[in-house]
């Protein structure tokens, strides 16, 4: 691990202003026999251009694209080395250039940071970002041990095989170093189990109690199958501009704000360090927490490579309080302990109290507590817990969540019967609209792989 010189931390900054315009989603689901791969990222591609009220005819706009990058977490599933290639050459992209992207369950974060840079270069004016996942080609098993072995394989892989077995000690030291119930675990299941159900994009909607998701079966101590994420199968992609193509594109573009950070993959192998301070915090901040005999940082209970990357975002957006700051969050909750540890490490709260987020019910769309607006929500769409992890996908179909919903699009993509039945659903009648207000400005979210080996945090911001 670096010791930080000054070059280390320097902020990122673009060359050129970076836009998100529009992004396209299919379902998700375990199964997707219908569709073979290609026709499911087509599905994705065609949703962004021709549902998203741009300015111009969708062919226009695919004319417009220059260069695209390409996330998926493993050939594997699909058994077909370089499919990036094989989607390019199906949506009728050639010979523009493509790069694939695999930073494990960050990847999709990762393909929109190169699609951004490729903007903020120069080097295109628009990108398309786009990400998908196969992961019903195998069985759960063997899909398991697939994305096992993005872990370590001589220190890690050999101890689990599924990666819930790589995060459950970290829950059970969570636990213990800040005295946090299951039962706060167990309210975060429920209330993205919940939002899921406004999804017609859901593949694990819905409606439980805190006493159901502590009683369903464990799948590695102390985490129950109703604190996981599930294996699914969908694809998504955002459409990333220059600000003078952005503005010809639409009039509700949003700017980007997008970086990374890595750290190793061997949990029990961190060394300690000083805690990066994000800008709403201090020395004092800090000081008691970790000057206890044997504590360490980040250690079980912390991911660093969210934390550098959080570091870095807010000074690249001039972010002084995320919480004050945010309307909406969306974070990369595949167990709910890495849900509960990110909200320390991208300032929700500070490390130590992150439960709060969650017993505040600043968490919320409405707040449990008080029947008024959460202060940040957080995983309106459901997030993985409740709606997927498609890995290659996630972090674009992440992106795509916030944009519509600084764009005042959630009912238009979530509340419309047509969508829900062309994914053979039928839209409930207790659907329950979860837009944030028309004021709002600013929408985060976290792209995360492994025990945060790799991470993005991304900001949209509001730009009319």
């Not at 080395?81 to 974060?109: Q, R, S």
């Not at 996942?133 to 101890?159: H, S």
């Not at 970086?259 to 000083?274: F, I, P, Q, S, Y």
């Not at 968490?363 to 940040?376: D, S």
Request: some cysteine.
């Amino acid at each position: 691990m670096i010791t930080f010189k000054e070059g280390n931390l320097r902020v990122p900054k673009w060359n050129r202003k970076v836009f998100v315009v529009a992004g396209g989603t299919t379902a998700y689901k375990k199964y997707f026999p219908e569709y073979k791969l290609e026709e499911l990222v087509m599905i994705a591609f065609k949703n962004m251009l021709e549902d998203n009220d741009l300015k111009r005819d969708p062919l226009e706009v695919k004319g417009l694209i220059n260069f695209a990058t390409y996330g998926e977490f493993a050939d594997h599933f699909q058994d077909q080395l370089l499919c990036e290639a094989k989607i390019h050459d199906y949506l009728g992209l050639d010979p523009l250039h493509n790069l694939g992207i695999k930073t494990g369950g960050a990847t999709g974060g990762s393909t929109i940071l190169a699609a951004a840079m490729a903007v903020a270069s120069g080097y295109a004016n628009v990108a398309l970002a786009a990400g998908w996942e196969r992961m019903d080609e195998v069985d759960t098993r063997t899909g398991n041990y697939y994305i096992a072995t993005a872990a370590c394989k001589d220190f890690e892989t050999r101890l689990g095989r599924i990666y819930s077995s790589y995060y459950a000690p970290m829950a059970n030291r969570f636990a213990e170093t800040f005295k946090v119930s299951e039962v706060t675990r167990a309210k975060i299941a429920v209330k993205n189990h919940g939002y899921a159900c406004s999804s017609p994009y859901a593949h694990q909607a819905g409606k439980y109690t805190v006493e159901e998701v502590l009683a369903s079966p464990i799948s590695a101590y102390p985490l129950r199958f109703l604190e996981c994420c599930a294996m699914s199968a969908g694809a998504a992609c955002v459409l990333v501009c220059d600000e003078e193509t952005a503005y010809k594109l639409t009039d509700h573009p949003c700017e980007l704000f997008i970086c990374g950070g890595t750290h190793t993959l061997r949990v029990a192998d961190r060394r300690h360090m000083e805690v990066p301070l994000l800008p709403n915090e201090t020395p004092e901040t800090y000081k008691d927490l970790y000057s206890k005999e044997g504590a360490r940082y980040p250690g079980f209970e912390s991911f660093l490579a969210a934390r550098f990357a959080a570091w870095l975002v807010y000074r690249m957006a001039g972010i002084k309080n995320p919480l004050e700051e945010m309307d909406l969050v969306e974070l990369h909750d595949a167990f709910t302990i890495s849900d509960l540890q990110t909200y320390g490490d991208i300032g929700l709260r500070p490390y130590g109290q992150e439960q709060d987020y969650i017993e505040s019910g600043d968490a919320y769309y409405i707040n449990p507590n008080t029947g008024k607006p959460g202060k940040c929500p957080s995983n309106l769409s459901g997030g993985l817990i409740g709606t997927m992890h498609a890995v290659g996908a996630t972090g674009i179909f992440q992106a795509a969540e916030c944009l519509w919903q600084l764009q005042q699009k959630y009912d238009k993509f979530h509340g419309d019967p047509k969508i829900w039945k062309k994914w053979g659903k039928e839209k409930p009648k207790v659907w329950q609209s979860l837009q944030i207000p028309e004021g709002s400005k600013q929408a985060l979210w976290v792209s995360h792989a492994g025990v945060g080996s790799h991470v993005t945090v991304g900001i949209l911001r509001k730009s009319w």
